[in-house]
């Protein structure tokens, strides 16, 4: 299989365009995270029932799966710097078009548009990483592309609740779409070339290699994981006295910048199996924290835990795809996030069986073991890289 030659960033650190791709992030995800607080509201607001509310939201599940590896390959095809700017248009149509409408079937398509932008945009900006930096400071320039959308989780929804303090649901929608058009306006200014996928490149079919089978496994134990803590944090604050669900994501938000910024030189530099050992035991201990319950800093503590493990495992599992498939930065990246995505959707109904059943100790029991299975298929997938020098 061919290999596609891709750009190197400037001696002096990462290139214009790495920087310009990071801000167009920030951008776009306060856009898609501006959406979390006025849309639900509006959906109720205007009269739907509960069911199709829960429809309208549940869309984004599924465009998001099957997006996915249409965004990878468009990226390998096109370039992902075309694919950032269709993205981009895309939120922008979905978060402004909500307001013009009450109809079930057009805010349907306005929530699938939504989830078409977020994965397009997403999954294109990682392929743009990935090209633009070399394999030895791949890990680094990942963690720190990643913290982007922590940024904007940590900082958004607050301030779009403070803006309906005074201001009508309309202007949460629109303030999303003037974000989604600064996203595309900075992924404009990206240089045309940037991540341009050679020939053999827009030439790469549809299928998963078999060698990356073993790393999206690992993604979607560690997605169920991060489900764990991330989909049922409401819950926690709701049934156990003392917790504040803002302060737990506020927390969570700083510790997973704090880890990507202070420790994504190490994914470079130290073995992957160790860094994904380190990432499982963090989070680990973090659910079981949260299983076994307690209050005042306990909780807090479990986050800044699960917060850890996810800013080790979420770059290094992502360089470590793209090492695996050189040739095709675009679909390498659509396969981590197709796993993870799978994780989440799948972990979070397993997660729910085990809090019918077991309550708040049983589903946090069930996110632990789930994330030490993790450490065979680490095992295995560090024994195939050290044999293949990746």
């Given at each position: 299989?061919?290999?596609?030659?891709?750009?190197?960033?400037?001696?002096?650190?990462?290139?214009?365009?790495?920087?310009?791709?990071?801000?167009?992030?920030?951008?776009?995800?306060?856009?898609?995270?501006?959406?979390?607080?006025?849309?639900?509201?509006?959906?109720?607001?205007?009269?739907?029932?509960?069911?199709?509310?829960?429809?309208?939201?549940?869309?984004?599940?599924?465009?998001?799966?099957?997006?996915?590896?249409?965004?990878?390959?468009?990226?390998?095809?096109?370039?992902?710097?075309?694919?950032?700017?269709?993205?981009?248009?895309?939120?922008?149509?979905?978060?402004?078009?909500?307001?013009?409408?009450?109809?079930?079937?057009?805010?349907?398509?306005?929530?699938?548009?939504?989830?078409?932008?977020?994965?397009?945009?997403?999954?294109?900006?990682?392929?743009?990483?990935?090209?633009?930096?070399?394999?030895?400071?791949?890990?680094?320039?990942?963690?720190?592309?990643?913290?982007?959308?922590?940024?904007?989780?940590?900082?958004?929804?607050?301030?779009?609740?403070?803006?309906?303090?005074?201001?009508?649901?309309?202007?949460?929608?629109?303030?999303?779409?003037?974000?989604?058009?600064?996203?595309?306006?900075?992924?404009?200014?990206?240089?045309?070339?940037?991540?341009?996928?050679?020939?053999?490149?827009?030439?790469?079919?549809?299928?998963?290699?078999?060698?990356?089978?073993?790393?999206?496994?690992?993604?979607?134990?560690?997605?169920?994981?991060?489900?764990?803590?991330?989909?049922?944090?409401?819950?926690?604050?709701?049934?156990?006295?003392?917790?504040?669900?803002?302060?737990?994501?506020?927390?969570?938000?700083?510790?997973?910048?704090?880890?990507?910024?202070?420790?994504?030189?190490l994914l470079d530099r130290l073995p992957l199996g160790r860094v994904l050992t380190a990432a499982a035991a963090m989070m680990a201990v973090g659910l079981a924290l949260l299983a076994v319950g307690g209050d005042g800093a306990v909780p807090l503590a479990a986050a800044l835990l699960v917060a850890s493990g996810g800013g080790l495992f979420h770059p290094a599992l992502i360089a470590h795809h793209a090492a695996l498939l050189p040739e095709a930065p675009g679909r390498a990246s659509a396969a981590f996030y197709v796993a993870f995505d799978l994780g989440i959707g799948?972990?979070?109904?397993?997660?729910?069986?085990?809090?019918?059943?077991?309550?708040?100790?049983?589903?946090?029991?069930?996110?632990?073991?789930?994330?030490?299975?993790?450490?065979?298929?680490?095992?295995?997938?560090?024994?195939?890289?050290?044999?293949?020098?990746?």
């Amino acid at each position: 299989m061919a290999t596609v030659a891709l750009p190197r960033p400037r001696a002096a650190g990462a290139p214009r365009a790495y920087w310009l791709a990071w801000a167009a992030t920030v951008a776009f995800f306060a856009g898609f995270y501006a959406l979390l607080v006025p849309l639900p509201r509006y959906l109720a607001e205007v009269g739907l029932p509960d069911w199709q509310v829960g429809l309208v939201l549940g869309a984004f599940g599924v465009a998001s799966l099957v997006g996915r590896p249409l965004a990878g390959v468009a990226s390998d095809r096109f370039g992902p710097r075309r694919v950032m700017l269709v993205g981009a248009a895309s939120l922008l149509i979905g978060a402004s078009g909500v307001a013009l409408t009450t109809s079930l079937p057009l805010l349907f398509l306005l929530r699938v548009l939504q989830a078409g932008g977020y994965v397009l945009f997403t999954t294109a900006g990682t392929a743009l990483v990935v090209s633009l930096v070399p394999p030895e400071e791949r890990g680094r320039r990942l963690a720190v592309f990643g913290a982007a959308a922590n940024v904007a989780i940590t900082l958004t929804p607050a301030a779009v609740a403070a803006l309906l303090e005074v201001a009508p649901l309309g202007a949460g929608l629109a303030l999303s779409g003037v974000l989604a058009l600064l996203a595309g306006l900075l992924a404009l200014r990206i240089g045309a070339a940037a991540g341009q996928p050679a020939g053999a490149a827009r030439a790469v079919g549809w299928a998963i290699p078999r060698r990356l089978w073993l790393p999206m496994a690992a993604a979607s134990l560690f997605g169920c994981g991060f489900a764990a803590f991330f989909q049922f944090a409401p819950i926690l604050a709701d049934r156990r006295a003392g917790i504040s669900v803002g302060l737990l994501y506020a927390v969570y938000g700083v510790g997973i910048i704090a880890t990507r910024f202070t420790t994504g030189g190490l994914l470079d530099r130290l073995p992957l199996g160790r860094v994904l050992t380190a990432a499982a035991a963090m989070m680990a201990v973090g659910l079981a924290l949260l299983a076994v319950g307690g209050d005042g800093a306990v909780p807090l503590a479990a986050a800044l835990l699960v917060a850890s493990g996810g800013g080790l495992f979420h770059p290094a599992l992502i360089a470590h795809h793209a090492a695996l498939l050189p040739e095709a930065p675009g679909r390498a990246s659509a396969a981590f996030y197709v796993a993870f995505d799978l994780g989440i959707g799948a972990g979070s109904w397993l997660l729910g069986l085990a809090l019918q059943l077991g309550g708040l100790g049983g589903l946090y029991w069930c996110g632990c073991v789930v994330v030490l299975g993790t450490l065979p298929l680490v095992r295995a997938i560090a024994q195939r890289s050290h044999r293949a020098g990746t």
